[in-house]
Nanobody, 117 residues
Framework: QVQLVESGGGLVQAGGSLRLSCVVS????????MGWYRQAPGKQRELVAR???????IYGDSVKGRLTISRDNAKNTVYLQMNSLKPEDTAVYYC???????????WGQGTQVTVSS
């Protein structure tokens, strides 16, 4: 059983910070490609950030420079540090794992981030 559990979402004022966490179980975490996606009401789900098993990262253009993805293999956890938050960052944030074993793509349930002005 593969399980991804997100936490750290909440309400924050514009300009504030949050750190999202995603704890993964049921896979060899260090082998996984991990990502954060978000979906705002009425919008398509979009890539926020992605981190390869070896640490290389990519970011969506709208968040680059404000959000940072990282991973701690000892804790089976991927993080999304969010700084200088804007109201347009408001969305449900989903953790995604691409795992070689069990092979497949796995999603968390999501955590709500709301940025008020």
């Amino acid at each position: 059983q593969v399980q991804l559990v997100e936490s750290g979402g909440g309400l924050v004022q514009a300009g504030g910070s949050l750190r999202l966490s995603c704890v993964v179980s049921g896979t060899t975490f260090s082998r996984n490609v991990m990502g954060w996606y978000r979906q705002a009401p009425g919008k398509q789900r979009e890539l926020v950030a992605r981190i390869e098993s070896f640490g290389s990262t990519i970011y969506g253009d709208s968040v680059k420079g404000r959000l940072t993805i990282s991973r701690d293999n000892a804790k089976n956890t991927v993080y999304l540090q969010m700084n200088s938050l804007k109201p347009e960052d408001t969305a449900v944030y989903y953790c995604k794992a691409g795992a070689p074993w069990p092979a497949g793509t796995y999603w968390g349930q999501g955590t709500q981030v709301t940025v008020s002005s």
